[in-house]
């Protein structure tokens, strides 16, 4: 999709269709009133024959209306004039889109930047309209067959007042966001029998040829047994497929201290011994979206060229049950040299991650954070909404969840105090891998604390936020978003 930023009038420029916002009890955002007054009150009529109540991404369309250029006026809902939220404006962008990519044009220019939406800048709803744009038109076809539209949207262009220079910029940083977020999402959705860790190492190694800023390297298994990654090996030794450290390093600011991204990247999570239950078990292959979304964030900061050092850290594995799994009760030694009682085979990302954590510390990190699909107890306490959020350190909290607001990818933030830790007592070792049913994603974010005392860190449980089930089944992006964002914010407040 291409983008372009015009400073003509709705009214006299040229485009095959321009959308304009509509909102309930009959009111007219201000292009459409123009456009109204343009048309001598058709579209005044139009709604007040009551086939457009305004809600949120309800649409109609108007063909040849008399004396405006455009052949088309789209008409779309954004809820109330002066209460929009930044969900009905999402919904009225999807819709909308969704319409265009239908219609037999190709090209159109929207006016859904100028309405109100809860103080948020004309550049942030810019760079929305980007983003929920390319998801709305995200199409997964690696092994299924799609029609394609026919007339597919390629244009879209926005009206500027004097604010053409800043909307650019938005444009391109909506652009890297969301073609991160559909890397993130293609590599989720595809099957656990194609997206193996080697695949996930293939897919760095591309990316690390796409930017010359980015450089890829692949630890293998052998490498990992030097390295003494007792835990992390243990997962693997279930699989058939070898298992990948990958490595990319993202050089934009000489030598500063980088920020550290480790992301799960458990290409399928059977649970191992501690089977999980069949049922849904399919969307188990989603259990490497952290990884995927490490992917998606470096390659939209590096599309961008931000002044900023990130190293990736994905520890990729499959945790299977076999002869060689590990078993209930297994003692295994970390890379820092804590030993493990694996009471649960089925909480093996944080067994992946304290290695890859300990990992981290040669890069000399100024903040490390973790994304992890890592507990099904986040979606109990937070639904789909919202990421978890842990921390060692509160200003690092504070900067993620300042980042979640302004970017509309939230997160929301779970205590990570002492009084938790005795829950990892083991008789065994020096740590368990489970703390019992009570604050599931507090301990299994307090396991990773163990390994994390030497950096300011954070931990993203994304269990709930990185894919939708249901009849629209499928990976969601996040939290590239977020994390494109606290880089951006980390950038301006330096
Ligand atoms: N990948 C799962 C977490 C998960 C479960 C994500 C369901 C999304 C939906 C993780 O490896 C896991 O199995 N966690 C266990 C931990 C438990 C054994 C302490 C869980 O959440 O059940
Ligand atoms: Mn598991
Ligand atoms: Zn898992």
Redesign the pocket.
């Known amino acids: 999709m291409q983008y372009f930023v015009t400073s003509n009038a709705p009214t006299t420029h040229k485009t095959e269709c321009v959308v304009v916002a509509v909102f309930e009890q009959g009111e007219l955002s201000a292009s459409a009133s123009v456009l109204n007054q343009h048309a001598n009150g058709y579209i005044q009529t139009i709604i007040d024959r009551g086939d457009i109540s305004g809600k949120a991404g309800q649409t109609i369309l108007l063909q040849d209306v008399a004396n405006i250029t455009s052949p088309r006026i789209l008409l779309v809902g954004c809820g109330k004039k002066e209460a929009t939220s930044e969900n009905d404006f999402i919904s009225a962008i999807t819709a909308s889109a969704k319409l265009l990519n239908d219609l037999g044009a190709t090209e159109a220019t929207t006016c859904l930047a100028e309405i109100d939406v809860k103080q948020r800048s004309a550049e942030w709803k810019a760079r929305q309209i980007v983003i929920s744009t390319e998801t709305a038109l995200y199409l997964y076809s690696a092994t299924k067959e799609i029609k394609p539209a026919k007339h597919p949207l390629q244009k879209l262009g926005f009206f500027a007042d004097d604010n053409a220079e800043q909307l650019e910029l938005a444009i391109a940083r909506g652009q890297a966001v969301a073609t991160g977020m559909n890397l993130a999402r293609e590599l989720g959705n595809l099957p656990g029998n194609i997206c193996t860790p080697t695949y996930l190492a293939n897919q760095a190694i591309e990316i690390g040829q796409r930017f010359e800023t980015v450089t890829t390297r692949i630890i293998d298994e052998s490498e990992m047994e030097e390295l003494g990654m007792g835990s992390f090996l243990s997962v693997s030794r279930g699989s058939r497929e070898p298992a990948k450290l990958i490595t990319l390093n993202y050089n934009g600011a000489g030598d500063d201290r980088p920020v550290v991204l480790v992301g799960k990247g458990?290409t399928f999570?059977t649970?191992g011994i501690s089977l999980k239950p069949s049922q849904g078990m399919d969307e188990?292959k989603y259990?490497m979206c952290g990884s995927a979304s490490v992917f998606g964030t470096i390659s939209a900061i590096a599309q961008l060229n931000l002044p900023i050092n990130v190293v990736g850290v994905v520890p990729s594995s499959e945790n299977l049950p076999d002869g060689d799994a590990n078993k209930p009760g297994d003692v295994v030694t970390s890379m820092a040299g804590k030993t493990i009682e694996i009471l649960?085979t089925?909480?093996?990302?944080r067994l992946l991650l304290c290695d890859a954590l300990t990992y981290s510390e040669r890069f000399n990190p100024e903040i490390v954070i973790d994304i992890a699909?890592?507990?099904?107890?986040i979606?109990v306490a937070l639904g789909n909404h919202a990421t978890g959020l842990m921390a060692n350190n509160q200003d690092l909290a504070d900067d993620l969840l300042k980042a979640g607001n302004d970017s509309f990818d939230r997160t929301w933030q779970l205590p990570l105090w002492d009084d938790y830790q005795q829950q990892l007592d083991s008789n065994f070792a020096d740590i368990a891998n489970?703390g019992g049913k009570e604050a599931?994603s507090v301990t299994a974010a307090c396991f990773l604390s163990r390994f994390t005392e030497k950096f300011t860190w954070a931990h993203l449980d994304i269990?709930g936020t990185a894919w939708v089930s249901g009849k629209a089944k499928g990976a969601t992006g996040r939290p590239v978003p977020l994390l494109v964002q606290y880089l951006l914010n980390r950038i301006e407040s330096k």
């Open positions: 458990l999570d649970g188990m259990d649960n089925d909480a093996e990302g699909t890592l507990t099904g107890a979606i489970v599931g269990a």
